[in-house]
């Protein structure tokens, strides 16, 4: 686990805030209220109107999607609290997935995947297949990333 997901989160809340100046490649950030894993990051130098600034490049972790923004060095930034649990895959009801955690709690909020990776799910069930599926969440949202056999 990363750093950002070893905090402590008893309060509840979906992010932190740390100064922009301490944030590093392929750590997690919020950008454009989007939780994303940082691909790129560039400082410029201090100018005749203020900080420096800090010039960042993150994807989507849902969505996949490249945000960029600037922001000055000195501002705090939000973290998003990511959580990764693996689950037993019991099945599919039209477009949920039924899961259970290791203690045998069930789960059924969380959609079957978009593209080839529902579909090859999909394709395990038919199939009798047991499964693991990683269930990432973050920010009041969750979805499948990965499976693994059972």
Not at 17 to 34: D, E, F, I, P, Q
Not at 38 to 58: D, M, P, Q, R, Y
């Amino acid at each position: 686990m990363s750093d950002e997901e070893d905090l402590d989160i008893q309060s509840g809340d979906l992010t932190s805030k740390v100064k922009c100046s301490t944030l590093r490649k392929n750590a997690h950030v919020v950008l454009k209220g989007r939780p994303c894993k940082i691909v790129e990051l560039s400082a410029s130098n201090t100018g005749k109107h203020g900080h420096s600034k800090v010039h960042l490049v993150g994807i989507d972790v849902f969505s996949g999607k490249k945000i960029e923004e600037v922001t000055p060095s000195t501002h705090d930034v939000d973290i998003p609290h990511i959580h990764r649990v693996e689950y037993k895959l019991n099945g599919i009801d039209n477009t949920t997935l039924l899961l259970s955690d290791e203690h045998g709690n069930s789960k059924d909020d969380v959609a079957v995947p978009d593209g080839d990776l529902g579909y090859e799910i999909t394709q395990h069930v038919d199939n009798g297949d047991s499964l693991v599926l990683t269930i990432l969440s973050a920010m009041n949202e969750q979805a499948c990333i990965g499976y693994k056999n059972a």
